[in-house]
């Protein structure tokens, strides 16, 4: 399974901006996708999250400003960030959690970083 992050950039505060991360491969089915961040000097923190049953999980500081959606038949996942924060700035990371067609042990993969700068 191999995962391709779209999106990111530089934006100024208060602005949006959309990542997108697909998962690609054959005989695999999705348990979540979601993202991580990790900004200069910090350790890498878990943004949000979506099952494949559409459950989301989202870190405290963005809840109500990030919003997580997967396509499932896309195998795509979606961040949209609105109200964007001098904070927020750091690299994602796409994650996906999957097993292989009729096994039950979960993996694990993660995709390039993505730059997200935010200016004040």
């Known amino acids: 399974v191999q995962l391709q992050a779209f999106g990111g950039g530089l934006v100024q505060a208060g602005g949006s901006l959309r990542l997108s991360c697909a998962a690609s491969?054959?005989?695999?089915?999705?348990?979540?996708m979601g993202w991580y961040r990790q900004a200069p000097g910090k350790e890498r923190e878990s943004v949000a999250s979506?099952?494949?049953?559409?459950?989301?999980n989202y870190l405290g500081y963005v809840q109500g400003r990030f919003f997580i959606s997967m396509d499932n038949t896309k195998k795509t996942v979606y961040l949209q960030m609105n109200s964007l924060k001098p904070e927020d700035t750091a690299v994602y990371f796409c994650?996906?959690?999957?097993?292989?067609?009729?096994?039950?042990?979960?993996?694990?993969?993660w995709g390039q970083g993505t730059q997200v700068t935010v200016s004040s």
């Open positions: 994650n996906i959690k999957w097993r292989h067609f009729g096994r039950t042990y979960e993996r694990e993969n």
């Open positions: 979506v099952t494949s049953g559409g459950i989301t």
């Open positions: 491969g054959s005989g695999f089915s999705i348990n979540s």
